[in-house]
């Protein structure tokens, strides 16, 4: 499959849909009508792209200060609310035949909800990953059997060529797999460092609400749903948070009870020994060119004396966090529209997040707050 990128093919979509040329009409505004080509769509939206780095969170391990989420990346504005429209709608579909046992015998997994907090789905593609010892007695792990689990689909292959394209994973670590985790209300992952089955980096993108993610060296469970110790990183809709590094690999990470339903897809790259037998790299997903990076295209960071006004005055975390995700006219900055109005990169990327230790939902807005 040629390498262009297809979803941009919605985001600027010529009425004609039908036409197979390069040069369409976009459809911005009847007065402000313009001919661009598909490579000069996917780098303006690919200008928008924003990204933190920097975040910082010490804790002392083995005696030693320790920056427990340095690796960490967050990548804004790389799915359109379009795009994210079609995603979702694509997961319902997969989910609805899940249940019906038309996926194959690992891909769709509902368990039981015996208690708050329980109860995420999962879709799981390229491989199958076992979170514990199963029933046959296979270890925790990627699972030596391509038989019970679904080939990637065609639309998840689309966004893995735009996280390659997009510098939000390296072409060294194109993902092969993936897993769809489905959170209705109350639903939480609990704390975990993903299997070394998995290279890193690998990354999850978000969709339908924002929910904190928590990191610690030690987070420990309070309660259904519920865990302590922890640095919490907000995840807005259309998002990716690459795990890389401390923040993969030394800290643990969770999502506590969600508030409403949430939907995320982590991509991650099998380690060649571990690929099951039998396992073919997928042709559609070799050789993904990184677009190139105009002279002038950096990372801007807000001067340190904003970041810290905009944090004391605030008195909580959360709110602070959401705060930083809208510009200076209130707009979401994870909408592209509003990153072309903001300009690029005006916005301050730079936050340092204040440590906090135990995190509790409040139940009358559903949002986690530190004690
Ligand atoms: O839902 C998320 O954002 C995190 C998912 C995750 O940690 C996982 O799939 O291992």
């Known amino acids: ?34 001919t661009l080509s598909r490579e000069q769509r996917e780098y303006i939206r690919f ?45 319902t579909s997969l989910q609805e035949i ?72 390296p072409p060294t670590c194109v993902p092969d797999s993936c897993i769809v985790n489905i959170y209705e209300e109350g639903d939480c992952i609990p704390p975990h460092i993903d299997n070394h089955d998995f290279v890193r980096p690998f990354c ?50 969770c999502v506590p009870a969600v508030p409403t339903k949430r939907i995320s897809i982590t991509f991650r790259r099998m380690d060649v020994s571990k690929r099951p037998s039998g396992y073919v790299e997928e042709p559609d997903l070799q050789g993904i060119q990184p677009l190139v990076y105009e002279s002038g295209h950096q990372t801007i960071q807000p001067p340190i004396k904003e970041v810290n006004k ?19 006219r209130g707009a979401r900055i994870d909408s592209p529209e509003s990153a072309m109005r903001g300009g690029r990169f005006s916005e301050p990327r730079g936050w340092t997040q204040r440590p906090t230790n135990r995190w509790t939902k409040n139940p009358v807005n559903g949002r986690m707050s530190s004690e």
């Open 47 to 91: 200008k928008n792209v924003r990204c933190k780095k920097d975040f910082v969170r010490f804790e002392r391990i083995k005696g030693t200060s320790v920056n427990i989420v340095e690796g960490l990346e967050l990548h804004y504005n790389i799915f359109s609310a379009a795009e994210q429209r079609r995603i979702v709608s694509f997961v």
């Open 310 to 328: 905009e944090r004391w005055s605030n008195g909580s975390v959360a709110n602070y966090q959401l705060k930083r995700q809208t510009d200076r």
């Open 98 to 169: 899940g249940r019906k046992g038309q996926l194959k015998d690992r891909t769709y997994s509902a368990p039981q909800k015996w208690m708050r907090g329980k109860g995420r789905q999962t879709i799981q593609f390229g491989c199958c990953y076992n979170y514990a010892k199963d029933k046959y007695g296979n270890p925790p792990g990627i699972l030596n059997d391509l038989s019970v689990i679904d080939p990637m689909p065609d639309l998840f292959k689309v966004m893995i060529r735009r996280l390659i394209r997009w510098h939000v994973l």
């Open 1 to 34: 499959m040629a390498q262009e990128d297809e979803f941009g093919e919605e985001e600027f979509e010529s009425k004609n849909n039908s036409s197979p040329s390069s040069v369409v009409t976009t459809t911005k505004s009847s007065s402000e009508k313009s």
């Open 204 to 253: 999850t993108v978000s969709f339908l609400s924002e929910c904190d993610i928590l990191f610690g060296s030690n987070l420990k469970v309070v309660g259904a749903g519920e865990f302590a110790g922890s640095i919490p990183i907000s995840l807005p809709v259309g998002s990716v948070l690459v795990l890389n590094g401390n923040g993969a690999d030394v800290a643990k990470h």
